[in-house]
């Protein structure tokens, strides 16, 4: 099951800009790097952010990432048709000794 | 090229007996950490066991003492063996290269289907 918690979904109009939140505790995101994904249906997750604030060589910077204390977020501006799609934060919980992944947030952009 | 394929995927039955095969090009599993991670099907992601360089594995308590994580560093190949398998073992299982604080290359998932 989910150990951080982000909305179930968001919204926005071509070019607006999009938060999504991922709340945790100190075990995990409060004590580790945050990533985030994308996953198109069908398809394998892609790394968005990593170490919190930094993007893999191709994604845009559009795309921008943010962790204080506990809790993390993931910003989408100029948001475009394709951006709809399932977005997952996760990070390495110390006390479970595992990853853990964020309940997902289904983005449609309106 | 860097890339992971996972096999081994089909249906069994409710108490039955599954292995996933991840194989890895491009790079050294017994070198790196991996992991599983699974999505049941209309679910989010959820990380299933990992297996570090140095032998170290750690399991989601959903499958403590069930699944088992080896490798084998000759073929180059993860592996899950999955026993007493349960109806909400149903998921889409992915292999991945495990960075430590990131997941870095994902398979395509192997579908595994628990029902009699």
């Known amino acids: 099951q989910s150990v951080l918690t982000q909305p179930p979904s968001a919204s926005g109009t071509p070019g607006q800009r999009v938060t999504i939140s991922c709340s945790g505790s100190g075990s995990n995101i409060g004590s580790s790097y945050v990533y985030w994904y994308r996953q198109l249906p069908g398809t394998a997750p892609k790394l968005l952010i990593y170490r919190n604030n930094q993007r893999p060589s191709g994604v845009p910077d559009r795309f921008s990432g943010s962790k204080s204390g506990t809790s993390a977020s993931l910003a989408i501006s100029g948001l475009r048709s394709e951006d709809e799609a399932d977005y997952y934060c996760?990070?390495?919980?110390?006390?479970?000794?595992?990853?853990?992944f964020g309940t997902g947030t289904k983005v449609t952009v309106l | 090229e860097v890339q992971v394929t996972e096999t081994g995927g089909g249906v069994v039955q409710p108490g039955g007996s599954l292995r996933l095969t991840c194989g890895a090009s491009g790079f050294s599993v017994s070198s790196n950490y991996m992991s599983w991670v699974r999505q049941a099907p209309g679910k989010g992601l959820e990380w299933v066991s990992i297996?570090?360089?140095?032998?170290?594995?750690f399991y989601a308590e959903s499958v403590k003492g069930r699944f088992t994580i080896s490798r084998d560093s000759a073929k180059n190949q993860l592996y899950l063996q999955m026993n007493d398998l349960r109806a909400d073992d149903t998921a889409v299982y992915y292999c991945a290269r495990d960075l430590g604080d990131f997941f870095d290359q994902w398979g395509h998932g192997a579908l595994v289907t628990v029902s009699s």
């Open positions: 297996i570090h360089s140095v032998g170290r594995t």
């Open positions: 996760g990070a390495w919980d110390a006390g479970l000794s595992g990853h853990v």
